[in-house]
């Protein structure tokens, strides 16, 4: 289905209004009018585009400014901004490949952190026994902070049964945690503290919560300096200055949106019935209903989901997304169509 502007709570589909409960825009923040006028200041400040090396004898003093802000609110050493989430997590594989003995990777990873060479981290749910043997070497795990099909954080504390001669390096994809778990948004990245950690990095999309097309990289300065010595990152263009500058800008913005979003999610958790076949988390603006035809269903009352094939799936994935921008009377009527579902089971 085509629809011809931003489709934020309410789209319009031949003509027809249709509440929409999909997309990744969880803070709500494309549409913000305030969101929007820190933007357009910023455009006319720093143009549309600007397709220099970050490594140029220039330095745009919005980079300065965007990444001290996401290093603050991430609550990491350094942070570096490129023009995509996809970016980010393949120079970080990049870069560490030659550091790295052996990749493992968690159940479901992201495609943006898929190393072609890395192993299972589980085996029949299970620690993969390569991580319990005698050898010394340095292994790089990869995971999703939130995996598709799950509404809470991974738990890393399986990390701590892996023997210290292993040195481990922690890459998580915050794409759908950054903006929304944490204090004020601010990611699990800080809450990882396993002390057989060495070093932790994190990837993230800025498209989805955080409502600007770019990509950040967060971990220690040492790291973040390697990052910015890779070939890939001195050859390419930086993410739009005007974008990253909006980041610092609108920092009361977002935890304002945060704040909206958590209260929504707080009303749907009082309101929504017990359900096996609907996975919800109060802290998570996802809800997946193993529910059949839920999309039919949805669609014949007014309401647009999303559905579509994942890349790891075979059958089509719904999913149900709150926003910070939804109304309670728009809620309501969600939830009433799935407890009704309850109901008529019971």
Do not use: C
């Not at 991580?131 to 902070?145: R, V, W």
């Not at 958790?269 to 839920?294: A, G, H, M, Q, R």
Request: proline fraction near 4%; charged fraction near 20%.
């Amino acid at each position: 289905m085509k629809v011809t502007e931003f489709p934020d709570r309410v789209l319009k589909i031949d003509g027809e209004k249709y509440l929409y409960f999909g997309g990744t825009a969880y803070l709500g923040l494309p549409p913000n009018k305030k969101f929007q006028k820190i933007l357009f200041k910023n455009i006319a400040r720093w143009g549309t585009a600007y397709g220099s090396s970050r490594n140029a004898n220039i330095k745009l003093t919005a980079y300065e400014k965007g990444e001290t802000f996401l290093a603050k609110f991430i609550q990491s050493e350094s942070a570096l901004t490129v023009s995509s989430g996809m970016l980010a997590g393949k120079l970080v594989l990049e870069t560490l490949q030659s550091e790295t003995t052996v990749f493992y990777h968690f159940p479901d990873t992201h495609v943006a952190i898929n190393y072609p060479d890395s192993i299972p981290f589980l085996i029949n749910e299970e620690l993969n026994p390569r991580l319990l043997d005698n050898k010394l070497e340095k292994i790089t795990i990869l995971s999703d902070a939130v995996t598709s099909n799950a509404v809470t954080a991974a738990d890393f504390s399986v990390l701590e049964q892996i023997p210290n001669h292993k040195e481990i390096t922690l890459v998580i994809d915050e794409s759908h945690s950054l903006g929304i778990l944490g204090t004020n948004g601010s990611g699990i990245f800080s809450t990882i503290t396993q002390p057989n950690i060495k070093r932790k990095i994190m990837v993230s999309s800025l498209g989805k919560a955080m409502g600007l097309s770019g990509g950040v990289i967060a971990s220690d300065t040492d790291f973040i300096t390697k990052i910015k010595a890779n070939d890939i990152f001195v050859s390419s263009a930086g993410m739009n200055p005007a974008f990253v500058q909006t980041l610092a800008d609108a920092e009361k913005i977002y935890w304002k949106q945060n704040k909206k979003l958590k209260e929504n999610l707080s009303y749907i958790d009082s309101k929504l019935l017990p359900n096996t076949n609907i996975l919800f988390d109060k802290n998570y603006p996802v809800i997946y209903p193993k529910i059949e035809n839920i999309n039919t269903i949805l669609a014949s009352n007014k309401i647009i989901i999303t559905n579509f094939k994942y890349t790891s799936e075979t059958d089509y994935l719904n999913r149900i997304i709150i926003t910070a921008n939804h109304k309670k009377k728009d809620l309501d009527k969600i939830i009433k169509i799935l407890n009704q579902y309850q109901n008529e089971n019971d």
